[in-house]
């Protein structure tokens, strides 16, 4: 967790399509303190605003390459259900899939996926308004 001016950064390791107890108990701790999150995590999260943005034509295993709640244990569908729902997390930024796309999880709240380094691209992202 990084506290900053007006709102956090929290980092979560979904990287085994899943998260830890400690980790979601914690995320759902901060989140219960109503300060903004701009939420890291390595794996894109998978929800249904998302599947209708996705295509497995497009991506291949989408169960590869998104935390997908419909193919994830309880602690993962914990970890989407509550991006997708708490009014705390405003952002997502993720990786994985090495190529930038934006979607997102929920109306008005933005998922950012930005591993372009293999491909010699940088993005820049700026944090500002509520």
């Known amino acids: 967790v990084l506290e900053l001016e007006g709102f956090r950064v929290v980092a979560v390791n979904d990287r085994e399509l899943t998260v830890s107890d400690e980790d979601l108990e914690a995320l759902r701790a901060l989140c219960a303190e109503t300060v903004p ?28 390459f998104y935390l997908d709640p419909e193919k994830a244990d309880a602690n993962a569908r914990a970890f989407v259900a509550l991006c997708e729902t708490e009014d705390a997390i405003r952002a997502v930024l993720c990786g994985h899939v090495h190529g930038f796309h934006a979607m997102e999880l929920a109306p008005g709240k933005p998922q950012l996926v930005g591993a372009p380094g293999m491909i010699g691209a940088v993005h820049l992202v700026t944090v500002r308004g509520e």
């Open 37 to 64: 999150i701009l939420l890291l995590c390595h794996v894109p999260i998978m929800t249904p605003l998302c599947r209708a943005a996705c295509t497995e034509a497009l991506f291949g295993r989408l169960d590869y």
